[in-house]
Every structure is written in structure tokens, then in C-alpha cells.
């Protein structure tokens, strides 16, 4: 007596591709919180170390996903435009504020080219000013990607978990 079974190998197929999607869904989620934890925390030191806001409006983040960029943020708001330009209009704050954005969303998407296969979290700061601070042992992103490097791997097993 044979068995037959209930179910066509499509639904299993069905079944996988949606847990599949699930669980990227997760990923994804989970690096973009931790990414944009360390942002938080990396414009927070920059702050401090560099009044001119030119310094945290250069940090952002990218989530690459098999060669492809499915989330960033680079903060190009002039809410909180550079002091250079501060007794300018604020067009010209505006575009000082999405320079220093541009040039960390332009070095992140080159990094980005790097990772054809699986996930990655890019943090950056666009400034040449913070490989300066770093090197002065002034925290820029030091401790952002520490925080990544203790959170992201804790979130990434709760799903491996469920």
C-alpha cells in the first residue's frame, strides 16, 4: 500500500519561500535597527568633538543585501546646519548640511560595491576630520561599531531562536 501524500511540491515550495522572506525581512530589520543605533550613538560623539555639526551630518549608514542597497539613512535635513554657514540663508545651510551627507552616502555606496553576496551594515563618517579625531583617540565611530559588534549578533540569534 503506497502513501500519497496531501500536499503538491509547490506547496511546499510556497511554505519555504515565505519563511524564506520571513526571515529576510528579519534581517533586515534587525541591521537597521542596530544601524541606526550606531548612528545615534556615533553623531552623539561626533557632537562633541566637533561643534561645527560637520562632523555627525557626514555619518550615516547603508544595509546591502546581496549586492544591492536596500536601506540607508544620511541625515540631509538642515535642521541642524554647519556654523560656518550659520549667518547665511538657510539655502546655504541646507546645502552645506547635504554636502557632508553626500560625502558619507558616496564613500558607504563604494564600500557597499564590496558585498555582491549576503548582508552587510556599513557605518561611516564622510569627514577626512574623523580618521583625525580617531587617530587622536577621539571616539567618532569607535564605539558605534562596538555597540554593533555586541547587538547585532544577539539580535541575528534570537532569530535563529524562533
Same mark, same amino acid.
Given at each position: 500500500m503506497a502513501l500519497k501524500s496531501a500536499f503538491a511540491q509547490a506547496d511546499i515550495k510556497k511554505v519555504l519561500d515565505a519563511s524564506?522572506?520571513?526571515?529576510?525581512?528579519?534581517?533586515l530589520q534587525s541591521m537597521k535597527k542596530s544601524g541606526e543605533e550606531s548612528v545615534r550613538?556615533?553623531?552623539?560623539?561626533a557632537d562633541t568633538i566637533d561643534a561645527s555639526g560637520k562632523l555627525a551630518q557626514s555619518v550615516g549608514y547603508v544595509i546591502v543585501a546581496d549586492g544591492v542597497?536596500?536601506?540607508r539613512e544620511f541625515d540631509r535635513s538642515a535642521d @541642524?546646519?554647519?556654523e560656518e554657514h550659520a549667518a547665511n540663508s538657510s539655502d546655504s545651510g541646507q546645502q552645506a548640511t547635504t554636502n557632508e551627507a553626500l560625502a558619507g552616502e558616496k564613500l558607504a555606496e563604494s564600500l557597499a560595491a564590496q558585498y555582491s553576496k549576503g548582508y552587510a551594515l556599513i557605518v561611516v563618517s564622510g569627514s577626512a576630520y574623523a580618521v583625525e579625531a580617531e587617530s587622536r583617540s577621539q571616539?567618532?565611530?569607535?564605539?558605534a561599531e562596538m555597540y554593533v559588534g555586541q547587538q547585532?549578533? @544577539?539580535?541575528l540569534e534570537r532569530l535563529t531562536q524562533s
Open positions: 524564506l522572506r520571513n526571515l529576510r525581512t528579519e534581517i550613538i556615533a553623531r552623539a560623539n542597497i536596500v536601506a @541642524k546646519p554647519v571616539d567618532v565611530l569607535t564605539s547585532l549578533p @544577539k539580535l
